[in-house]
């Protein structure tokens, strides 16, 4: 089984999507990390911030940090071996690697129109 792990840069938070203003690209990752776990999936995010050990114990990650430094961030591993550096797999990548459809991985939706509902008090004074 395939067993992909993302090497994170330091982020506020695990996933990233935290804040007043949430970068596309991580909502879509973490949507698809967290599809993937759901289905059984080997996937595994490290954040920099949170969980530095990680990228020392991790002798080719800690090489290419060591060389090229943290602009290498996002390192995505496949099987041990380096997929992507510098930037996020896209969803079609992640269903390539899992042999699953890319439908199944894509963020869900908001409603482009939210219900608006007012409440009407029926209470006499």
């Known amino acids: 089984m395939t067993k992909v792990t993302i ?43 949170t ?5 020392v114990e991790n002798k080719t990650v800690n090489a290419l940090l060591f060389e090229k430094g943290v602009e290498s961030l996002p390192v995505i591993l496949i099987d041990g071996e380096i997929a992507k550096t510098g930037d996020y797999p896209t969803i079609e990548e992640f269903a390539e690697w899992f042999k699953v459809e890319k439908t199944e991985l894509q ?8 219900l608006n509902v007012k409440i009407a008090s029926s209470g006499a004074k």
């Open 51 to 55: 969980d530095p050990a990680a990228f």
């Open 7 to 49: 090497y994170d840069p330091a982020m506020c938070c695990d996933t990233g999507v935290c804040g007043p203003v949430v970068d596309p690209k991580l909502t879509a990752v973490a949507a698809a990390v967290f599809s993937l776990e759901k289905k059984g999936f080997d996937i595994k995010r490290f954040n920099l911030g």
């Open 107 to 114: 963020p869900i939706k908001q409603p482009v129109n939210p």
